[in-house]
């Protein structure tokens, strides 16, 4: 077995002893590997075990990607999720080769990609970036910004609101994390409750560290590195 196979079943079996934990279904959750510093060969290893979703924080690394792997003929159609911050002058090239944005915390982002994702396309899926422990030097909404933000972006026709995305400062502890988590967590649910849009479904955290705390907490879209292809430099 290869190390990127083993990998993938460790995940695998985490999600799973997670979800037994918190008595939630498996199905209910989506493994997002994210391949940053990642080659477009090793990201093809993973694609041939059949993972299909990948994401990147750098818009022109994932664009190397997306090409170089646009014509791999025995592999499905990968779906691409932007996971960083997005430039005004990068969204012409999120907007025309991504599937999904994770990471809209501006208006003006949102309309620059609204405007610019192709007719031909399906909207372009997103979810809001919202910095829920105040971490310093981080890019997302406050808590407070999170609903307007999400009332305005809603209204764009080419793109689709899907839900929240978070990424908290390291915790070592399982109790730290799962507070932090059951916070995104609850302002996900007030946002619904009081917007009831129609397709508020994704709630994306839980990574390498936290994945079980952030199953624990009711995540939708687990974003993982580390855990599938080793430590980055
Ligand atoms: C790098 C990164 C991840 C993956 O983190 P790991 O700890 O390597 O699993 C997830 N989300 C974002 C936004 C990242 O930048």
Redesign the pocket.
């Known amino acids: 077995m290869s190390h990127l196979e083993n990998n993938l079943q460790t995940v695998q079996q985490r999600i799973e002893n997670a979800c037994l934990a918190s008595a939630r279904d498996v199905a209910s959750i989506q493994l997002l590997a ?1 391949s ?1 510093t990642v080659s477009a060969q090793t990201v093809q290893a993973l694609a041939e075990l059949g993972v299909r979703d990948f ?1 990147e ?1 750098y818009i022109q690394e994932g664009l190397d990607k997306i090409n170089a792997l646009a014509g791999v003929a025995h592999i499905q159609p990968l779906r691409w999720y932007c ?2 911050p997005v430039q005004s002058n990068k969204t012409k090239w999120v907007a025309e080769k991504f599937d999904w944005v994770l990471s809209v915390d501006r208006l003006k982002i949102a309309q620059r990609l609204n405007d610019q994702r192709p007719e031909h396309l399906p909207p372009l899926q997103v979810c809001l970036q919202v910095n829920v422990d105040a971490g310093v030097n981080k890019s997302g909404l406050s808590p407070q910004d999170v609903s307007a933000l999400a009332l305005e972006v809603s209204q764009l026709e080419r793109l689709c609101l899907r839900g929240l995305m978070t ?1 908290p400062e390291p915790q070592t502890c399982f109790e730290d994390q799962l507070a932090v988590h059951q916070r995104t967590r609850a302002l996900f649910d007030e946002i619904q409750a009081k917007h009831s849009f129609a397709q508020w479904d994704t709630l994306s955290m839980g ?3 936290d994945l079980e705390a952030a199953v624990q907490a009711g995540s939708t879209l687990l ?5 599938l292809f080793g430590s ?1 430099n």
């Open positions: 994210v940053k994401g924080n996971i960083g990424i990574m390498t560290a974003r993982i590195g580390t855990a980055r």
